[in-house]
């Protein structure tokens, strides 16, 4: 069984010797792709991602705890397909933020228009 290395003990020669060795022995495909991102930017050695149903949003919740909170709040029994419309949704804020703003900023938006013109969404 192999010890577990902590990289942040390494010096910045022996963390440079290990990925350079790693980089070596690495096919011709994969030292393509890091070749694409640039040896330099390359992290050998970076964490992986948490898993999708650890990650949490600004406010500390989870994808499925927000979807569960939300379902709640509205009071109403939805429909299986509604639910996992609010579940989908929830996993991308979570992963990515950014990218769920214009819809977010849309739905603001529209709720004002729409009080705006008298009609209840």
Same mark, same amino acid.
């Given at each position: 069984?192999?010890?577990?290395?902590?990289?942040?003990?390494?010096?910045?020669?022996? =963390?440079?010797? $290990?990925?350079?060795?790693?980089?070596?022995?690495?096919?011709?495909?994969?030292?393509? !792709? #890091?070749?694409?991102? %640039?040896?330099?930017?390359?992290?050998?050695?970076?964490?992986?991602?948490?898993? =999708?149903?650890? $990650?949490?949003?600004?406010?500390?919740?989870?994808?499925?705890?927000?979807?569960?909170? !939300? #379902?709640?709040?509205? %009071?109403?029994?939805?429909?299986?397909?509604?639910?996992?419309?609010?579940?989908?949704?929830?996993?991308?804020?979570?992963?990515?933020?950014?990218?769920?703003?214009?819809?977010?900023?849309?739905?603001?938006?529209?709720?004002?228009?729409?009080?705006?013109?008298?009609?209840?969404?």
């Amino acid at each position: 069984m192999t010890d577990t290395i902590n990289y942040e003990e390494l010096s910045a020669e022996e =963390i440079e010797e $290990r990925k350079q060795y790693m980089y070596g022995k690495m096919s011709k495909r994969r030292r393509k !792709f #890091v070749d694409r991102m %640039g040896y330099e930017n390359w992290d050998p050695f970076a964490a992986p991602f948490d898993p =999708i149903d650890i $990650r949490q949003d600004r406010t500390g919740f989870t994808s499925d705890q927000l979807s569960h909170m !939300f #379902v709640r709040a509205s %009071g109403q029994n939805k429909n299986q397909e509604y639910i996992d419309a609010v579940n989908e949704f929830n996993v991308m804020l979570v992963m990515n933020f950014e990218k769920v703003r214009p819809v977010f900023e849309y739905c603001l938006w529209y709720a004002e228009h729409l009080k705006k013109h008298g009609v209840k969404p």
